[in-house]
């Protein structure tokens, strides 16, 4: 082998390996950037330990102790761990259908029925030991197959429900006594 082909052949090895560990971490991180922005719980903790669904003054709280479920709130009972990883995980796959406005004021997100004091208005609360993230639902019309939804801290985005499930929280939450 001749001199020259040695010094390329060295020369595509260092710049390879430069390409490997420097910059592909960088894309990689991109990508799950990318990925989170266009989830509806973006960056959800990776284990998740507890659920909050709140409305109005209602509240269901799951919670977990070792590898057991249990509701908290507003009764007190074992539920199955299948059932909970299942909820958690469509949740944090819920994908954003559209991105539609950033930077509203308070009086902005009532239109949405995401303001604080919006009827109907719910949250969902999935929290970690490595931290949380929440999301605002606000509900237009009963039925309708696309929800308005706000990460807390974040922007408008509308979401479309693929599946005959609805995220209709008020008529499946008990009342408070």
């Given at each position: 082998?001749?001199?020259?082909v040695v010094?390329?052949?060295?020369?595509?090895l260092?710049?390879?390996?430069?390409?490997v560990?420097?910059?592909?971490?960088?894309?990689?991180?991109?990508?799950?950037?990318?990925?989170a922005?266009l989830?509806?719980?973006g960056?959800?903790p990776?284990?998740?330990d507890t659920?909050r669904?709140?409305?109005?003054d209602r509240?269901?709280?799951?919670?977990r102790d070792?590898?057991q479920?249990?509701?908290?709130?507003?009764?007190e009972e074992e539920?199955?761990?299948?059932?909970?990883f299942?909820?958690?995980?469509?949740?944090?796959?819920?994908?954003r259908?559209?991105?539609?406005a950033?930077?509203?004021?308070?009086?902005e997100?009532?239109?949405y029925g995401?303001a604080?004091d919006?009827?109907?208005r719910?949250r969902i609360?999935?929290?970690?030991?490595?931290?949380?993230?929440?999301?605002d639902?606000?509900?237009?019309?009963?039925g309708?197959r696309?929800?308005w939804v706000?990460?807390?801290?974040?922007d408008?985005?509308?979401?479309?429900?693929?599946e005959?499930?609805?995220?209709?929280?008020?008529?499946?939450?008990?009342?408070s006594?």
């Amino acid at each position: 082998m001749s001199r020259r082909v040695v010094v390329l052949a060295l020369l595509v090895l260092i710049v390879g390996g430069y390409l490997v560990f420097r910059e592909l971490p960088i894309l990689q991180t991109e990508r799950e950037r990318a990925l989170a922005d266009l989830l509806v719980f973006g960056e959800a903790p990776a284990v998740v330990d507890t659920v909050r669904i709140t409305l109005d003054d209602r509240e269901i709280l799951l919670a977990r102790d070792g590898e057991q479920w249990f509701l908290r709130s507003p009764i007190e009972e074992e539920v199955p761990p299948l059932g909970v990883f299942d909820l958690i995980e469509r949740l944090k796959l819920t994908e954003r259908w559209r991105r539609v406005a950033q930077g509203l004021t308070e009086e902005e997100w009532g239109v949405y029925g995401l303001a604080a004091d919006s009827p109907g208005r719910s949250r969902i609360e999935l929290i970690g030991e490595d931290g949380s993230v929440a999301v605002d639902v606000g509900l237009l019309t009963t039925g309708s197959r696309t929800v308005w939804v706000r990460r807390v801290g974040g922007d408008l985005s509308l979401i479309h429900i693929s599946e005959p499930t609805r995220l209709d929280l008020a008529s499946r939450m008990p009342s408070s006594a």
